[in-house]
């Protein structure tokens, strides 16, 4: 998905990405820690890979628990975020 819209262009919009923190497994299905440390390993490579090679000036943020996590941060459609790498912080404008 993130090299489709990398080649329509949509990944050089954004100046920092906010990546969740992936969930992993699931209630009913558990995975080991170890499995689960892998599919979020790979998940970090592949949006660092896509970033390199349609936006690498972007600032990628990974960790940030939003959307699916536990706890959940919830950001409404249609708000405005500022990232200060520098300060390590995320403010999110509602």
């Known amino acids: 998905m993130l090299r ?10 954004f100046p920092a990405v906010l990546a ?7 209630f009913t299905s558990p995975r080991p820690v170890a499995e689960r440390s ?3 390993d790979e998940q970090r ?6 970033f390199a090679d349609y ?3 972007a600032m990628v943020v990974f960790g940030v628990d939003f959307g699916h996590t536990d706890p959940q941060w ?17 403010v999110a404008h509602f």
Do not use: C, M, W
Request: proline fraction near 7%; aromatic fraction near 6%.
């Open 4 to 13: 489709n819209f990398g080649e329509r262009g949509l990944l050089q919009q």
């Open 20 to 26: 969740g923190t992936a969930k992993a497994t699931v």
């Open 38 to 40: 892998t599919y979020r």
């Open 45 to 50: 490579a592949a949006i660092l890979r896509a």
């Open 55 to 57: 936006h690498p000036e």
């Open 74 to 90: 919830v950001l409404p459609y249609g708000g405005r975020i500022t990232v200060d790498g520098p300060s390590r912080r995320i």
